[in-house]
């Protein structure tokens, strides 16, 4: 690309005229399982540990995110939109983090106010990108039968 055009687009991007790319992560590159999972920790860490929606999905989600979330619109602006508002206040403890066969998964324990789950979110791999997420929340009552619910 000309540096022109370059800057051209990276003006749109900022200024939310052109959806932003996904950065760090390629589709067009195959990646071995080995690649995926490097990429898919790296995405964990920024998403669970350092609660920075805006740059997990700008390094690991291109536009084409499809997303299962019953209370979601696939889209990558759509989950920014809806996430980054309260993400960085919440409390996240990661319980697992794994990927492989083009998959990746997290399972996760949420607390807000009012608010405490446990969380598991699939999701698929092109490349070194997440494109495809499926979802499942637990409600932790904390009067729970098993005294090992949940994790
Ligand atoms: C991965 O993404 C590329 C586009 O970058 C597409 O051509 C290809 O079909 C995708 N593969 C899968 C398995 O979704
Ligand atoms: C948990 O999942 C259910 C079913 O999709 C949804 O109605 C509910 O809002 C979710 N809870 C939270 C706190 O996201």
Redesign the pocket.
């Known amino acids: 690309m000309r540096a022109s055009s370059f800057a051209l687009s990276l003006i749109l991007a900022t200024s939310g005229i052109l959806p932003t790319l996904a950065a760090v992560c ?3 590159t195959p990646a071995t399982e080995q690649q995926q999972s490097v990429a898919f920790k790296a995405f964990a860490d920024i998403f669970l540990v350092q609660k920075n929606i805006q740059k997990a999905f700008d390094d690991y989600i ?1 536009d084409t995110y499809i997303n299962h979330n019953p209370t979601a619109q696939s889209g990558r602006a759509n989950a920014i939109n809806a996430l980054k508002p309260f993400w960085s206040g919440i409390s996240i403890t990661p319980a697992a983090v794994f990927s492989g066969g ?1 998959f990746g998964l997290l399972h996760y324990r949420v607390k807000m106010s009012g608010t405490d789950m446990a969380v598991m979110d699939r999701y ?1 791999l ?2 070194t ?1 997440i ?1 495809e997420h499926w979802d499942v929340n637990q409600s932790i009552t904390g009067r729970e039968a098993n005294p090992i619910a949940f994790f």
């Open positions: 390629s589709t067009t291109p083009g698929r092109n490349g990108c494109v």
